[in-house]
């Protein structure tokens, strides 16, 4: 059984920045993705941001810009830098990962972005 063991989120203002972190239980899985979803309530969950083995970035267009996926392939960590918070990036973070499609996902971790 993988878990994946989220850390950071919070309460920022405006304009401000926060850093979330996941990390996987097991070592031993090469996972093919890694990277965030997020859910604004009332909202269905989306792509934040996402960073396959090899390097390759995906970005929802609201964050292009403003948030910074990278990934430690052998921690098995996953890091979102998010700057120039907006209280519309207000939601609970998911982090996700994925091992030939079978997808494992964190518990979520509340950003609050107030205005």
């Known amino acids: 059984q993988v878990q994946l063991v989220e850390s950071g989120g919070g309460l920022v203002q405006a304009g401000g920045s926060l850093t979330l972190s996941c990390t996987a239980s097991r070592r031993s899985i090469n996972f093919h993705v890694m990277g965030w979803y997020r859910q604004a309530p009332a909202q269905k969950r989306e792509l934040a941001a996402t960073?396959?083995?090899?390097?390759?970035?995906q970005y929802t267009d609201s964050v292009k810009g403003r948030f910074s996926i990278s990934r430690d392939n052998v921690k098995k960590m996953v890091t979102l830098q998010m700057n120039s918070l907006k209280p519309e990036d207000t939601g609970v973070y998911y982090c996700y990962a994925n091992f030939f499609g079978t997808e494992y996902w964190g518990q979520g971790t509340q950003v609050t972005v107030s205005s």
């Open positions: 960073m396959d083995y090899a390097g390759v970035k």
